[in-house]
């Protein structure tokens, strides 16, 4: 349910809702030249600067395997596939990859304390 809601924040370019799933402290390793953005502060803005720009198109992660820490329940992984699209220089372009997400759980609430996302693709070539 957490991964439908932050999908929807982006959907919605909705940063308020979409940072609400972020625990106090997350790093996050975009897949572009940004690479690590650590902290709530500088991750809300990084993500706001993609919303806010005209040319976003959309972003969606799609979970292929999640799996719960068994021993206490605290934590998750997520594993799947995401796509970023914007429209630039006359085109649509989408980029491709594979992402990895850590969840904490919080106060009962599943928050995301760390993503990974790797570029493997882009359509049409980025070159």
């Given at each position: 349910?957490?991964?439908?809601?932050?999908?929807?924040?982006?959907?919605?370019?909705?940063?308020?809702?979409?940072?609400?799933?972020?625990?106090?402290?997350?790093?996050?390793?975009?897949?572009?030249?940004?690479?690590?953005?650590?902290?709530?502060?500088?991750?809300?803005a990084r993500?706001?600067?993609?919303?806010?720009?005209?040319?976003?198109?959309?972003?969606?992660?799609?979970?292929?395997?999640?799996?719960?820490?068994?021993?206490?329940?605290?934590?998750?992984?997520?594993?799947?596939?995401?796509?970023?699209?914007?429209?630039?220089?006359?085109?649509?372009?989408?980029?491709?990859?594979?992402?990895?997400?850590?969840?904490?759980?919080?106060?009962?609430?599943?928050?995301?304390?760390?993503?990974?996302?790797?570029?493997?693709?882009?359509?049409?070539?980025?070159?």
């Amino acid at each position: 349910m957490a991964r439908q809601a932050l999908n929807t924040a982006i959907e919605k370019r909705d940063i308020e809702r979409y940072a609400a799933y972020w625990t106090a402290n997350p790093e996050v390793i975009w897949a572009s030249a940004n690479g690590l953005v650590a902290g709530r502060d500088a991750n809300i803005a990084r993500t706001a600067k993609a919303f806010q720009n005209p040319g976003f198109l959309y972003g969606v992660r799609t979970p292929v395997i999640v799996q719960v820490n068994q021993e206490d329940g605290a934590g998750a992984a997520e594993t799947g596939t995401w796509r970023w699209a914007y429209h630039r220089g006359g085109k649509d372009i989408e980029y491709q990859g594979r992402y990895l997400v850590g969840w904490r759980k919080v106060d009962g609430s599943w928050k995301v304390q760390s993503e990974l996302y790797v570029q493997t693709g882009c359509k049409p070539s980025c070159s």
